[in-house]
C-alpha cells in the first residue's frame, strides 16, 4: 500500500470513542524512509492541536535527544500506539489499543526501519508481544537491545523511557541520553 493512500484511509477513523474528542488524528511525522521508527504511547494536547507526534515539552526534550546523538526528526519517523488524544491525557485504554495498533503495524511495514525505539512502557509492551520477545517492566529492560529476524529481515528494538517520564523526574534524562547512545549504536 501506499504511504499517502494510508494516511489517507486513516483521517476518518471512527473504530472507537477517542473519535469523539480528538482535534484532528495524529498520524505520524518524520520520513518514512527512516532508519529508526519511535514509538509513542498518544498525543496529548499540543499534538492533538497541531497533528503532529511530540511536539509539547515531551516532544522538546526527543528532540534534544535526537541531537544528542546527531539526528533530526526528519530523518526519523515518529507515531504513537494510538492516533487520537485520550481524554485528559489518560492512559489509553485496551479497546483503543486494540483498534488502533492495525495503523501501528502498517506504519512499521512501510517503514521499515532498521531500529524501533518503543518510548514507555504501553509501547514496549506492544512492541515486545507482537514479536514474541520476553519483556519486563520498563524500568529494568530500557536500553536493552533486542535482536529480530522475521520474514521482513532483521531488525532491533530498544526500549526507552517515555521522554514524558524525565520531565516528572528529572533524574531519568540522564538514563535517556545513555538509552540513545545504545539506539545510535544500533544504526
Known amino acids: 500500500m501506499d504511504y499517502e493512500k494510508f494516511k489517507e484511509g486513516i483521517k476518518g477513523c471512527e473504530k472507537c470513542k477517542l473519535h469523539e474528542n480528538r482535534t484532528q488524528i495524529v498520524i505520524g ?3 518514512k524512509e527512516a ?4 514509538v509513542g504511547e498518544a498525543p496529548g494536547r499540543q499534538e492533538d492541536k497541531k497533528g503532529r507526534p511530540f511536539v509539547g515539552r515531551a516532544g522538546n526534550l526527543l528532540d534534544k535527544l535526537l541531537e544528542g546523538i546527531g539526528l533530526d526528526r526528519e530523518k526519523v519517523y515518529i507515531t504513537n500506539i ?3 488524544r485520550p481524554p485528559n491525557n489518560r492512559d489509553p485504554e485496551e479497546e483503543e489499543l486494540e483498534k488502533c495498533t492495525n495503523y501501528l503495524d502498517k506504519h512499521i511495514d512501510l517503514v521499515d526501519p532498521e531500529v524501533i525505539v518503543p518510548l514507555g512502557s504501553f509501547a514496549t509492551s506492544y512492541i515486545l508481544d507482537k514479536y514474541d520477545l520476553d519483556g519486563g517492566s ?5 536500553g536493552e537491545v533486542y535482536s529480530v529476524s522475521n ?5 532491533k528494538i530498544v526500549p526507552q523511557y517515555h521522554p514524558a517520564a524525565a ?3 528529572p533524574e531519568l534524562e540522564e538514563v535517556l541520553e545513555e538509552d540513545f547512545e545504545k539506539v545510535e549504536e544500533n544504526i
Open 29 to 31: 511525522d518524520g520520513t
Open 35 to 38: 532508519d529508526i521508527l519511535f
Open 82 to 84: 494510538v492516533l487520537c
Open 138 to 142: 520498563i524500568s529494568s529492560i530500557h
Open 151 to 155: 520474514l521482513q529481515g532483521q531488525f
Open 167 to 169: 520531565l516528572y523526574n
